[in-house]
């Protein structure tokens, strides 16, 4: 399995709290990408890092911010998270030449 | 704005038919992904398609590129019940490197 982790798995949390979802990786790939799932819409993106500090917006960004300090880490904050946040997240890695592309195993998050 | 289209989203069929699942989308790509996800789980690489004509084959799964259409296909040869899944195909943009996926195919092979 390539080595791509996510943090928390599951979280549930309250309106207006801020929340932040890990990524990390060991496989030292370039691109790093954020996807939220959701019933009818497929995986729609989120954020994109293409370096480390190097990050651009995706198709649904409005809420969300994203930092990559580290090759192997990239992070996704929900400012002040809402319930129409509530979906499974997913993390994808790809290498520079796009031979490679892997998901993570998603993290799960409710906001009651 | 970039578009991928799959059709069909939603395919039943029987056991031992042939089908194919098409991917179009609208801006300048030679980059395609295909990946199937199972319920509740991630997804899981299935194709890498890197340039114009490619074309790749894994057991009764087998993908093709054509760029100047802007069109992939994943065809199915006899379908078993064990490939009943929702299969994604997603693009690359050339332009930036943002990778935009279809809505997916769910895929119900009865046995």
């Known amino acids: 399995d390539a080595g791509i982790t996510q943090s928390p798995r599951h979280k549930v949390t309250e309106t207006g709290t801020p929340v932040t979802l890990r990524c990390h990786q060991t496989e030292n790939h370039r691109y790093m990408y954020w996807y939220r799932q959701d019933p009818g819409h497929g995986l729609r993106l989120i954020h994109y890092s293409y370096g480390v500090k190097d990050t651009d917006k995706g198709e649904v960004s409005d809420g969300y911010s994203v930092s990559r300090s580290k090759t192997e880490d990239f992070l996704l904050t929900l400012e002040s998270a809402t319930s129409s946040q509530t979906s499974v997240y997913f993390c994808?890695?790809?290498?520079?030449?796009?031979?490679?592309?892997?998901f993570g195993p998603g993290t799960r998050l409710t906001v009651t | 704005e970039l578009k991928v289209e799959q059709n069909p989203l939603f395919l039943s069929m029987q056991e031992g038919k042939n089908y194919t699942i098409y991917c179009d989308y609208s801006?300048?790509?030679?980059?395609l992904y295909w990946y199937r996800q199972d319920p509740g789980k991630s997804l899981e690489s299935l194709f890498v398609?890197?340039?114009?004509?490619a074309v790749k084959q894994e057991g009764r799964l087998m993908a093709s590129l054509d760029t100047k259409a802007r069109l992939s296909t994943l065809h199915i040869t006899a379908a078993v019940h064990d490939l009943s899944a929702t299969y994604f195909c997603a693009v690359v943009m050339n332009r930036d490197d943002k990778i935009i996926f279809g809505k997916g195919t769910r895929l119900h092979i009865l046995p």
């Open positions: 398609l890197l340039s114009n004509g």
């Open positions: 994808a890695i790809r290498n520079l030449a796009g031979r490679e592309q892997y």
């Open positions: 801006t300048t790509s030679d980059r």
